[in-house]
């Protein structure tokens, strides 16, 4: 019975320790998000709605020689 135990605690503490990693992952992986959306907002505000590269014709890019 002790035996069963100590191996239910070191699993508790082996996944203690994997959740503590996981929510660092999703800490970072936040700040990633809040910093490329503020980069993502700060582009659209420079850069006029129509003048937008997405919405260019393909054609227009295309070498002479075709």
Known sequence: MEDRLV?????ASFTE???????QIVIRQQD???RLTREMLELRQRSP??????????RDDLPPHY
């Open 32 to 34: 990633q998000i809040d």
């Open 49 to 58: 709605a129509d003048d937008m590269p997405g919405l260019r014709n393909l």
């Open 17 to 23: 320790d994997l959740l503590d990693k996981l929510d």
């Open 7 to 11: 191996q239910l605690e070191i699993k």
